[in-house]
Every structure is written in C-alpha cells, then in structure tokens.
C-alpha cells in the first residue's frame, strides 16, 4: 500500500460545478496536510494547509481533514477554467513531505 | 512574499556532461532546502534534503555522488546532475522552508527541465 493514494482522474467537471478532491493515507504520524495546485510545467501552488483535524475554508476552497478515517479532502465551488490543473495533497509529520500523485482536473467552460 | 526561484528554468544538455541546477530563496532565509523530481504525469518525489552548512540527506534510491547538493548560504542551493545520461530527463523542482518554520511551510520553485540527449 502507497503512503499517500490519490484518484489520478482526470476529472472534468462543467464550470460552476463543485469539485471534491480527495486523498487517504496510511501513516497515522501525519500531522499537517496540504493541497497544492499545479498548472503544467510549473512549480506547484499552496492553496490550503491544515493541522491535524477540521475544516478550513478560504475562498472558493474548503480543506477537511478526518484523521480517523485517514481521508482529506479539497472542496472547489463555482468551479471555473482557470481552476484546471493538477491538484496535489501533500503530508507530513513535521519535516518532509509526501505527496500524492495527483489529479488532473478540468473545468470545461 | 516566499518567492522562490530557480535557474535555469531549461537545459538541454550532451550525455556525458554535468548540469548545475540553482536555486534561490527570494525574499526570506531557509535553512532547509528540498530537491524533487517529476515524470511526466507522475507526483514529486523527494530526492534529497539540505541544510545550510551541512550535507544533504539522500532519499533512498537516490545516488548522492550523481546528484550533487549544496547549500552554501541561506538563500542558495544547488544541485548538479553529474554525467548526465537520457535517463536523467526530468522535472527538477525544489523548495525552501523559512528558517523557524516547520510543519507546512515549503515554498516551490517553478521548476527546471532537464532534457540530456
């Protein structure tokens, strides 16, 4: 079993629709989750952070965190275009991080 | 703020030659710099940490003589890819957290394509 498994897609999804990304892990030591977007050929973005469990929201973006069940996720509303890319969670217990594969999201206009 | 940069941000290189990959933290100190690599449709793996003034920590599967890491000053690190061969293609993205952070903060550059032909 991979550290971190995240749904590849790709997921294309009309503009205005919400999107739900997610990821499950395996290492109960993880403390802080991210969410990352990566547009191609770029460096990827922080969108969201969160420490331990809980939502968080900013924006468009709703990050949730259930370390019970090992299981993040990213909420867009009012998806739009420039919301396409590939999106990464990433982990970590306090030093290095793990990141998922990815998945590739596209908001059809 | 947190703005990271690298250069070059292409190389295309001879097999056999040695490429050197720079990275920079723009605006802040960091005391710890990350060095990844990305295939085409495939996530970050990381490759080495480093610390100012000290020697990188090679990742498992990663040949520390090939790819060598330096971080001479809080804002400079470099990686060069040693004998290169066509295999070494890839995306080549690092990172810097601030100095006393921890947790979440890493901040990325855009990345450096190496293709060696």
């Known amino acids: 079993q991979k550290e971190v498994e995240q749904d590849p897609g790709p997921l294309s999804v009309p503009e205005g629709a919400i999107v739900s990304l997610n990821c499950t892990y395996s290492n109960s030591a993880f403390q802080y989750f991210m969410w990352y977007r990566q547009y191609s050929r770029k460096g990827p973005e922080l969108l969201m952070y969160?420490?331990?469990?809980g939502n968080k929201e900013d924006g468009r973006f709703t990050a949730q965190v259930d370390k019970s069940s090992k299981y993040i996720s990213l909420f867009i509303r009012d998806s739009q275009p420039s919301d396409s890319a590939t999106y990464l969670c990433?982990?970590?217990?306090?030093?290095?991080?793990?990141f998922g594969p990815g998945t590739r999201l596209s908001v059809l206009p | 703020g947190a703005v990271v940069s690298q250069h070059p941000s292409r190389v295309i290189c001879k097999s056999g030659t040695s490429v050197k990959i720079e990275c920079r933290s723009l605006d802040f100190q960091a005391t710890t710099m990350f060095w990844y690599r990305q295939f085409p449709k495939q996530s970050l793996m990381l490759m080495a940490t480093?610390?100012?003034?000290?020697?990188?920590?090679?990742e498992q599967g990663v040949e520390k003589d090939k790819f060598l890491i330096n971080h001479a000053s809080l804002t400079l690190s470099t990686l060069t890819v040693t004998s290169a061969h066509p295999e070494d293609s890839s995306f080549y993205i690092c990172?810097?957290?601030?100095?006393?952070?921890?947790?979440?903060?890493?901040?990325f550059g855009p990345g450096t394509r190496l293709t060696v032909t």
């Open positions: 969160t420490y331990s469990s």
């Open positions: 990172s810097a957290r601030p100095a006393g952070t921890g947790g979440y903060e890493q901040y």
């Open positions: 990433a982990m970590s217990a306090g030093q290095n991080f793990v």
């Open positions: 480093s610390n100012e003034g000290s020697k990188a920590t090679y």
